[in-house]
């Protein structure tokens, strides 16, 4: 199956810093979404991004299909931030399931 | 509905009783999923089930596990004779019909088996 690694596994930031989260995957996809994870455990969509560039206020993304990653952009982060990041990929040519990757676990200190 | 809904959002039982979660799609939608996010293996699919074609089981880890959906609009995600390694949060999404469209997820329910 497809693999989606998430880098890094681990980030703390100070409130109002910037910060970049990379998603590999190893096979060409029609599909990949960010999610935030809250502390509820609730899966908030972010960006529904298969190629290209979005934003959304202080959050952008990017997928580079053609290189296989994507990155999840945060400025001037604030503490509600927090939480857990997944990038999720849909493989080409495979079933509709989201394949997930291991998550970015964020934490923005006041 | 507004969103997915699933049901009940905690469910705690004992080691060897079934279960039954419930999942409630966003209307409209003709694709319901079912994932699940345990500590040991993150986030996995389990089953899809796609307008009125069979359902793709492919993930689910054991024939203790079936799922089924009734009138192509509310899912039932059912645990036979559960186990400890059972206990993880159990997560609906639904989708419009087709390939690389995005999937909407519910709030999810969390078993706990003692």
């Known amino acids: 199956g497809i693999q989606v690694e998430q880098s890094p596994p681990d980030l703390i930031l100070q409130e109002g810093a910037n910060s970049t989260l990379r998603c590999n995957f190893s096979?060409?996809?029609?599909?990949l979404q960010w999610f935030h994870q809250n502390p509820w455990g609730q899966l908030i969509n972010l960006f529904y991004?298969?190629?290209g560039t979005k934003q959304n206020g202080r959050l952008s993304a990017t997928t580079v299909a053609t290189e296989r990653y994507s990155l999840l952009y945060i400025s001037s982060s604030q503490t509600t931030d927090s939480g857990v990041y997944f990038c999720a990929v849909e493989r080409n040519n495979a079933g509709n399931m989201l394949t997930f990757g291991g998550g970015t676990r964020l934490m923005v200190k006041p | 509905g507004a969103g997915v809904s699933q049901s009940p959002s905690n469910k705690v039982t004992e080691k060897g009783k079934d279960v039954e979660l419930r999942c409630d799609p966003i209307?409209?939608?003709?694709?319901l999923y079912w994932y699940r996010q345990s500590l040991g293996q993150g986030l996995e699919f389990l089953i899809y089930?796609?307008?009125?074609?069979?359902?793709?089981k492919s993930g689910l880890p054991s024939d203790r596990f079936s799922a089924e959906r009734t009138g192509g609009s509310v899912s039932t995600l059912t645990i036979q004779r559960t186990q400890q390694e059972d206990s993880a949060v159990y997560l609906c999404?639904?989708?419009?019909?087709?390939?690389?469209?995005?999937?909407?997820f519910g709030p999810g329910t969390r078993l706990t088996v003692t």
């Open positions: 999404a639904s989708s419009s019909l087709g390939r690389g469209v995005k999937q909407y």
């Open positions: 991004i298969p190629s």
């Open positions: 209307s409209g939608h003709t694709a």
């Open positions: 096979d060409s996809v029609n599909n």
């Open positions: 089930f796609q307008g009125n074609s069979a359902p793709d």
